[in-house]
T-cell receptor, first 114, second 109 residues
C-alpha cells in the first residue's frame, strides 16, 4: 500500500539533545512538507521541499533543519536551539505538477521534552 | 499576510441538527481543502474544491467554495455522534498550504 510513514510515533528527549524525525513516502510524490501542531491549535509550516536537493523555510523554521537527498525521504531534525519543541509533528506530501494539490499526511510523531 | 479564519472555533450540537462551519481566507486562491482530525490522530482529507462555485458532498457533509468572496463552507446535515472531530480548512498559495485554526465539533446524543 502506498503511503507516508513517520517514525517514531512517540519520542522523549532531554533538553539540549538533537532528535531526528523520519518521514518516508512511497507515493512517488515530488513535494514534501513538515508541520507542527500544538494542543488545540492549527498546523504551522516548518519546512517544505518541492524537489530533491531543494527545500525552503516555512513560517517557524528556527531551531529545525531538514534534508532532501532522496525523493522518498524528508527527515526533520529538531535541534537544541528550538526552545519549545514539545509538539505533534506531521509530515505530508503532494504529487506536484498539474494536480489537485491535495496533501497526504503521515500518522504523526509526538515529541516530548523532559 | 496569508491567513485563514474559521468560525466557530468550537461547536457543540445535538444529533439530528444542521450547522455550517465557515472558512474565510485572505488571498486569491482557486483551491480550498477540508480535512478532519480525530483526537491524537493525523489529518484525513475530506474535500478538494478546485474552482469557484464548486460543491462536493459526502454523506452528511457538503462543502462549497466562493472564490470571489474568499469563502468556503462546510455544511453538516442531521449530525451524528461519529462526526465529532476537529475540522480544518486550508488553501494553497505558491506551494505553501495555510491552515485555519480548526473547528472542534462535538455532537451530543
Amino acid at each position: 500500500d502506498g503511503g507516508i510513514t513517520q517514525s517514531p510515533k512517540y519520542l522523549f528527549r532531554k533538553e539540549g539533545q538533537n532528535v531526528t524525525l523520519s518521514c518516508e513516502q512511497n507515493l512517488n510524490h515530488d513535494a514534501m512538507y513538515w508541520y507542527r501542531q500544538d494542543p488545540g491549535q492549527g498546523l504551522r509550516l516548518i519546512y517544505y521541499s518541492q524537489i530533491v536537493n531543494d527545500f525552503q523555510k516555512g513560517d517557524i523554521a528556527e531551531g529545525y533543519s531538514v534534508s532532501r537527498e532522496k525523493k522518498e525521504s524528508f527527515p526533520l531534525t529538531v535541534t537544541s536551539a528550538q526552545k519549545n519543541p514539545t509538539a505533534f509533528y506531521l509530515c505530508a506530501s503532494r504529487r506536484g505538477g498539474i494536480d489537485t494539490g491535495e496533501l497526504f499526511f503521515g500518522e504523526g510523531s509526538r515529541l516530548t521534552v523532559l | 499576510e496569508l491567513k485563514v479564519e474559521q468560525n466557530p472555533l468550537f461547536l457543540s450540537m445535538q444529533e439530528g441538527k444542521n450547522y455550517t462551519i465557515y472558512c474565510n481566507y485572505s488571498t486569491t486562491s482557486d483551491r480550498l481543502y477540508w480535512y478532519r482530525q480525530d483526537p491524537g490522530k493525523s489529518l484525513e482529507s475530506l474535500f478538494v474544491l478546485l474552482s469557484n462555485g464548486a460543491v462536493k458532498q459526502e454523506g452528511r457533509l457538503m462543502a462549497s467554495l466562493d472564490t470571489k468572496a474568499r469563502l468556503s463552507t462546510l455544511h453538516i446535515t442531521a449530525a451524528v455522534h461519529d462526526l465529532s472531530a476537529t475540522y480544518f480548512c486550508a488553501f494553497s498559495g505558491t506551494y505553501k498550504y495555510i491552515f485555519g485554526t480548526g473547528t472542534r465539533l462535538k455532537v451530543l446524543a
